[in-house]
């Protein structure tokens, strides 16, 4: 057997990807965008060649597609050429996005294990309650949201909770599903073992149900940290925000600019990798403590 290779299984796999990604975007670049360009030459009695149709389909101010290097440029301007503080600086909308993203995680993953704890141990609730958390996400977040909106600002409530709150709805279904597949996950042997030992029911849970559930949160988590970042997101165009990547990507859907839209995607996605990897970071490092072999 061949000894595993970090650039070869890993690293050469993902550039081949990308490189493809990269060509099919050029060529759909020069395909959405030249028939703008011939108008526009048309207008301007202009006769192109395809080679400056080419060209101009690259560096329009308002492109249907934008081309890979005005997204990368519009990031640099947005990041590093503005202060922290201002407005117009996608760090500063990521922090407003990010906030309710974490307090609706933190509260999702809370009370996922609360009903995964409960559904596991009483069967009313397995029987009642498991499929009303199931049928709860057949609902589009894009019905829920500014139902959600409008009534907690009816009552005086507004500001990050909302948001945090459409983040919850979203981050706690995998957590309950993870949660409950993890505490039944125990051989019945093991439980039938602890019997054997006059152990209680808190005993049972806390020393093998909740470790035996560790592997099946932390995977939970990772997808419900990237799900709760996509409904603070969703959370913030109903409400006409002013700050956070939703209210960046409802202005530029406005005003037409289509590479400040592309740009917050990129941001929003860059944003989202970052917080898989620290939970999976986390992730990894739980395993390790508890012996497990990655």
Avoid: C
């Amino acid at each position: 057997m061949t000894s595993p290779s970090l650039l070869r299984d890993r690293v050469l796999p993902v550039l081949t990807v990308i490189f493809a990604i990269l060509i099919i975007w050029h060529v759909f670049v020069i395909y959405l965008n030249a028939p703008f360009v011939r108008d526009q030459a048309a207008r301007d009695n202009e006769t192109l060649s395809f080679g400056q149709v080419v060209e101009r389909t690259f560096v329009q101010e308002r492109p249907v597609l934008p081309a890979p290097h005005q997204i990368a440029v519009e990031l640099w301007d947005t990041t590093v050429n503005k202060a922290i503080t201002s407005k117009r600086s996608l760090v500063y909308h990521a922090w407003i996005t990010l906030s309710a993203t974490l307090l609706g995680f933190a509260i999702g993953t809370v009370l996922g294990i609360l009903l995964a704890v409960g559904i596991v141990h009483n069967r009313a609730m397995d029987r009642s309650l498991m499929p009303w958390v199931i049928a709860s996400q057949t609902i589009p977040i894009l019905a829920v949201a500014p139902m959600i909106i409008v009534v907690l600002n009816a009552i005086g409530i507004s500001g990050v909770l909302p948001k945090a709150l459409i983040s919850t709805y979203l981050s706690f279904f995998p957590i309950v599903v993870g949660m409950v597949k993890g505490l039944r996950s125990p051989d019945t042997l093991l439980l039938d073992l602890m019997h054997t030992y006059n152990a209680s029911q808190n005993q049972t849970f806390w020393k093998l149900r909740w470790p035996a559930s560790m592997p099946y949160l932390l995977t939970s988590l990772k997808v419900a940290i990237a799900i709760s970042l996509v409904g603070a997101i969703v959370g913030e165009l109903p409400t006409g925000a002013v700050a956070g990547l939703g209210a960046r990507l409802l202005s530029g859907s406005y005003y037409g600019q289509t590479i400040q839209i592309w740009a917050a995607l990129f941001m929003a996605a860059g944003l989202a990798a970052s917080l898989v990897a620290i939970v999976g970071f986390a992730h990894g490092r739980v395993l390790k403590r508890m012996g497990v072999k990655p």
